[in-house]
């Protein structure tokens, strides 16, 4: 489960560029990726939010957008080309660093892959590369053309079919894409790379895959996505992906931990700017995290400060309960209690005649199961006043606060 957010990057050209931050809901964010679509697609394919949901169960945030010109992204794509995918990629990653933090990990599908490649190079916080059956050469996608090769040597520019959608192309692109050479930057690259292609790919065949591998330095890793097509329809092989680059992202990218919360007292709690409300709380052995919901800004990742003061409640009603039904050997067999926090008005408190005054209202219902006569739950239903916690929260109480050095 992530929190998705639709942002808008203005690229090196000015043209805005639309996305979606998708940020772990389950963690905390331990690290940042990019991911680049195919030639020709948008962000909101299947495969890449399959792949986006495995990563950020991990902890990883995913940054997916569509190019220039694609998807709901401004500008013309006839007056795009390959270097200028890669100048939206490395955009991209500087409004990552300026508004969230530098991607450590950059993931392509086709050409979008053999672009990351390009762009990581030049982007110094990446760790981490995967690409995902993608061409050992951009010149690949030339084959493509071939329908409009005569309609593009005679104009300039022609329209082409791929797929269900029509596309304009200018033979400028065909002129840049040919001046790439992949080779002189895997050489030089000391990136941790991965490298996911399916044998039964009609549309890039796994000999890209060879090739790629054979050029790149240590570390570097393959995994076959086997009876997969190029566009990794089945939902089950874009999901395989996800957790396996999930997996391997954990071995090479120095993923955030973070450090345990030490304390010698009974409890400790910490909050990190970055983190907005997400609290880590150390409870003598024990260690939760406390939120806001997202409706306040928060991202929902614990119980509330007055949701965990009403657990507490909740959780002493219960014990005393038992401890009480056990000393008089009574079939108590199990007790739920279940609570809702508010604020009322003050009906009796010494300054009365302080208008609006309110103090805070715990409603409380017991479920009690086992063979109880009416005696007995009319007496539980006492004892469940006298718990610890219940008569701390009607007692006055005094906080004593002071900076430590």
Known sequence: MAKSERIKIRNQEGIDLDARLDIPLKTKTRAYAIFAHCFTCNKNLTAVRNISRALNN?????LRFDF???????GDFSDTNFSSNIQDLKDVARHLEEHYEA?????????????????????????????IGSPSVPEHVTHLFAPVADELRATGEAKLKIGLQ??????Q???????????????????????????????????NAAEMYRLLKHPKSFVSLDGADHMMSKVQDSEYAGQVIASWANRYLDLREESQLETGHQVAVRLNTSDIFTSDVRAGKHAILADEPSSVGGY????????????????CTVMTLHMYAR?????????????????THASDCEDCEETGKKID?????????????????????????????????????????????
Not at 330 to 342: F, K, N, P, R, S
Request: with cysteine.
């Open 68 to 74: 220039t010109g694609l998807g709901r992204s401004e």
């Open 173 to 207: 692109f065909l002129e840049d894409i040919q001046g790439q050479r992949i080779e002189d930057v895997l050489k030089r690259d000391h990136t941790s790379y991965l490298i996911i292609h399916s044998p039964q790919d009609t549309v890039v065949s796994i000999d």
């Open 327 to 343: 000393r008089k050997k009574w079939d108590l067999q199990e007790v739920t209690v279940e609570i809702d926090h508010g604020k």
């Open 166 to 171: 029509e596309i304009k192309i200018k033979s």
């Open 300 to 315: 929902d990742l614990g119980p509330s400060p007055y949701e965990l003061v009403s657990a507490g409640l909740g959780a």
């Open 58 to 62: 991990s902890g990883i945030a995913v």
């Open 103 to 131: 991607p450590s990990l950059m993931i392509g599908h086709s050409l979008g892959g053999t672009a990351t490649v390009f762009a990581a190079s030049e982007i110094e916080s990446v760790r981490a590369v995967c690409t």
């Open 361 to 405: 209202l715990f409603q409380r219902k017991l479920s009690l199961i086992g063979d109880l006569d009416d005696a007995q739950r009319k007496r539980l239903l006492e004892i469940a006043d006298k718990c610890p916690v219940h008569k701390t929260l009607e007692s006055s109480s005094k906080v004593d606060t002071e900076l430590m050095p």
